[in-house]
């Protein structure tokens, strides 16, 4: 089985603490996802990754980066943390193209995250 | 651009009722559709899936999903639901695997 891991279910942290949220998946999988997610909103794309140290911006890369150093572990970061980046986050995994299967993510179990 | 549309925010429906959740999208190009399911407090789940070949595809607990290219639909439909489809459902589509697109969300809650 797939299994993506968030380093936290949840997380307290003051405005303007540096926060790095971490995401290890096991599958070998090259494209790697940040995702938030909020109440009436859906998911909305932070950014993703197809492989390592290659990034790119999704919807919503405003106050966040990331880093992709190894293959399996994607990092989200906020620079700055404020209260308006009070949300759930969900990282996803999937393969590259080429099998049925490479067509569906895979996602953790997500890190509620609130800014005070 | 692609988006989602989730009519529905929330669903209530009693045990053993049918049910059916909405989606529609929008896009120019030809677009792979999904359902995914969240239970409280875990992460979302494949539900199933449409890529090609028949319009028609099920999941294997029971649930369906048409995918109707005129209407730009791809609703969700169970003909009777149980206690534990409590969740939320999320519709999304891709059609280059790097970006996908998700709908709002539609809860669904089963009342006995």
């Known amino acids: 089985d797939v299994k993506v891991t968030q380093s936290s279910r949840y997380l307290v942290k003051r405005t303007g603490e540096k926060v790095f949220l971490e995401c290890v998946q096991d599958?070998?999988?090259?494209?790697m996802f940040w995702y938030r997610q909020d109440p009436g909103l859906g998911l909305r794309l932070i950014y993703f990754?197809?492989?390592?140290?290659?990034?790119e911006k999704g919807d919503i890369p405003e106050g966040y980066s990331v880093s992709r150093e190894k293959k399996e572990r994607f990092s989200l970061i906020l620079e700055s943390a404020s209260t308006n980046q009070t949300s759930m986050y969900l990282c996803?995994?999937?393969?590259?193209?080429?099998?049925?299967?490479?067509?569906?993510?895979?996602f953790g179990p997500g890190t509620r995250l609130t800014v005070t | 651009a692609q988006s989602v549309t989730q009519l529905d925010s929330q669903v209530p429906v009693f045990e053993e009722a049918p049910v059916e959740l909405r989606c529609n999208y929008s896009?120019?190009?030809?677009?792979?559709l999904f359902w995914y399911v969240q239970y409280p407090n875990q992460g979302l789940q494949l539900l199933l899936k449409y890529l090609s070949g028949s319009t028609l595809v099920e999941s294997i607990n029971g649930f369906e999903a048409e995918f109707n290219k005129s209407q730009t639909s791809f609703h969700l439909r169970k003909p009777s639901v149980h206690i534990s489809d409590t969740a939320e459902y999320f519709c999304a589509v891709t059609y280059n695997f790097n970006k996908f697109y998700f709908g709002s969300g539609t809860k669904l809650n089963v009342k006995p």
């Open positions: 990754s197809y492989d390592v140290k290659m990034k």
């Open positions: 896009s120019s190009v030809s677009v792979y």
């Open positions: 599958m070998d999988h090259e494209n």
């Open positions: 996803a995994s999937s393969p590259l193209l080429g099998t049925e299967t490479s067509y569906e993510q895979y």
